[in-house]
């Protein structure tokens, strides 16, 4: 029944591609990789996975793909950025003019955990998702800064906003496609399912 589920694809320049693929696959949500403008006109939600948000932004705006992804959204597209893509959404990235999307009313700090840890897990309480801990792995991770107002934090750890939702965009600093709870990744999908439903 693959009509009546959103088509979700996964921004495929650098990264952790395979990883969020495989976690839609499990969920048996049709996934589409997306390297193209065009690409994007035919998926319900977006996941841009983590990598290099300095390289992404600047292959994003040399294929056109920012603008793209920009209107879409504003047509009802759903996105989700883990990390990288926490910061690519984000609309004040602290001391840095790089390219972003801006989609989200957040400012972040890249690299926020310092050298001395470059990545640790940690199990979060995320009510959103129920009562059972979220197992989150952190790798040379962003956090969360300042929020707007329509902005919801959904997560936090030792007291810092580390995921994040507003409208339809979805950010996480960490990384839910590395462990096997699959719930973050559900509720995208029905993020994402909005969108559609809402086009009949
Ligand atoms: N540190 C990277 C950046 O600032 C993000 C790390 C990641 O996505 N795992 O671009």
Known sequence: MEADLPIIGVLDLQGAVQEHVRVLERLGVPVRRVRLSEEIEQVDGLIIPGGESTTVGKLLERRGMDVTIRRRCEEGMAVFGTCMGLIMLAQRIEGSDQQRLGLMDIGVRRNAFGRQVDSFEADLTIPALGSEP???????????????????????????????????????????????????????????????????
Do not use: S, Y
């Open 134 to 200: 979220v197992p989150a792995v952190f790798i040379r991770a962003p956090i969360v800064t300042d929020v707007g107002a329509d902005v919801e934090v959904i997560a936090e750890w030792d007291g810092v906003p580390v995921a994040v939702r507003q409208g339809r965009c979805l950010g996480a600093a960490f990384h839910p496609e590395l462990t096997d709870d699959t719930r973050f990744h559900a509720m995208f999908v029905a993020m994402a399912g909005e969108e559609r439903n809402a086009k009949g």
